[in-house]
């Protein structure tokens, strides 16, 4: 809280007139949340101070301990807040809302597991991957609650919804159809030949500066590799629950290894979505961007303009992603390896022991993880290179049940 002061400050007694607040924040663009969050401060100092007015607030942006803040004032209206507020209020009163999954709220909630439980049983649209909220909004609006509604909707409607659908409307349909007949719906989209990958790629970072710390690669079956950043080594290598362990003096050393291990084996390099792309743009020198940038392969997006995955989205993933994806095909994760915050945190111990080195065993957690990771993404692939092969062999829907089963005897 920060106390403003009267106009006069050679007064030996000074009384602040009000408190405001300042919300301080690492990263250096304000978020939607960033703002809500001050709003809500806004809100409660001034309820607590009794002011009529609406108190201004600071936003200090970048505020991380090795340059100055840009700092942000924030000063509109709370109207709109107030509102919100008021209006949460009376749905809490009220009769419960439609069943939606809000992916970076939902896990945190008691009630998740029974929202779940009513999707499913009623087969409610929420449970389709990709719908924003809008879209939602606008088809309960038209009388469209249930899944079997929207393979029946005529593609007119599907076109008027709010917000851009991914690859067309079309493909609403046939993630409807997808849930409803718990079978895989090819897109029809034509898409080009999958290219060949040699190598899968995935990666963890610091999920405050997004500035990677770990790279596990995965190959053919058994071939596997893990690159960690270590200021305190100089390129060593070790083993882990036998796993080669590379042990990187900074991110840059790490993007090299990427490259060369890429180029002893040949093909393309596989990864889930935007984040690695963006992550090799900002933290590799340009030299190895140049080189590696081409053999990126997004297999998130070559999965999804060729078909469509009967994956619901959940109160704990969105249906799309690639844990939801490979639990589908039959991979699993142990216990101490299903979620990013139990290897960051195994890292964050083990990079602070005088000798980290000596400690390697501390680092388990996290190997784990990238391990079973990784190897999902190669299984997600390999079930993908079959299906699209079988469709093209057989000029229709080939018997996804025999390549599922095959995915899931891969180590994931």
């Known amino acids: 809280m920060r106390c403003s002061r009267p106009a006069d400050p050679h007064r030996y007694h000074v009384r602040c007139r009000f408190y405001r607040p300042v919300a301080i924040v690492l990263h250096s663009r304000p978020t939607r949340w960033d703002r809500l969050l001050l709003d809500a401060w806004r809100w409660l100092v001034g309820q607590t101070q009794g002011k009529a007015i609406d108190l201004p607030g600071e936003l200090w942006l970048g505020a991380s301990g090795n340059g100055p803040a840009l700092v942000k004032r924030q000063s509109a209206s709370l109207a709109l807040f107030t509102a919100q507020v008021w209006r949460a209020a009376i749905i809490a009163t009220g009769e419960a809302p439609p069943v939606w999954f809000d992916n970076d709220h939902c896990p945190f909630c008691t009630w998740r597991t029974a929202c779940d439980a009513a999707a499913h049983e009623t087969r409610d649209i929420a449970l389709l991957p990709g719908l924003s909220r809008r879209q ?40 409807a159809q997808a849930l409803l007949s718990d079978q895989p719906q090819p897109t029809g989209t034509g898409a080009p030949q999958l290219p060949h990958v040699g190598f899968f790629l995935d990666i963890e970072s610091d999920p405050l500066t997004r500035e990677p710390w770990a790279f596990g690669l995965a190959g053919a079956p058994g071939d596997r590799m893990i690159i960690v950043v270590d200021p305190t080594s ?6 882990l629950n036998g796993v080669p362990l590379i042990l990187a003096p900074d991110v840059r050393e ?47 997006r070559e999965l999804g303009t060729r078909v469509v995955l009967p994956t619901p989205r959940l109160s704990d993933q969105r249906g799309g992603g690639l844990k939801a994806i490979a639990r589908w095909l039959g991979c699993t994760w142990s216990p101490g390896a299903d979620h990013w915050t139990l290897a960051w945190e195994a890292y964050q111990r083990w990079v602070q022991q005088p000798s980290p080195l000596a400690a390697i065993e501390m680092l388990a957690p996290a190997i ?45």
């Open 136 to 175: 939602g909004i606008a088809l309960r609006q038209r009388g469209i609650h249930r899944i079997e509604q929207v393979v029946t909707l005529e593609p007119g409607v599907l076109a008027t919804l709010p917000d851009r659908l991914p690859y067309g409307s079309e493909r609403l349909r046939l993630q």
């Open 234 to 239: 100089n390129g060593r290598f070790t083993t």
């Open 368 to 412: 784990v993880y990238l391990v079973a990771d990784v190897e999902a993404l190669a299984a997600v692939w390999r079930w993908l290179e079959a299906f699209v092969g079988s469709i093209s062999a057989n000029d229709g829907l080939p018997d996804w049940r025999a390549y599922r089963d095959t995915a899931a005897t891969l180590e994931c």
């Open 254 to 300: 790490g993007w090299r290894r990427v490259l060369a291990a890429v180029q002893e084996r040949g093909g393309r390099l596989a990864h889930w979505g935007e984040a690695e792309r963006l992550m090799l743009e900002q933290s590799a020198e340009p030299s190895v961007y140049r080189k590696l940038a081409p053999l990126l392969v997004d297999a998130r």
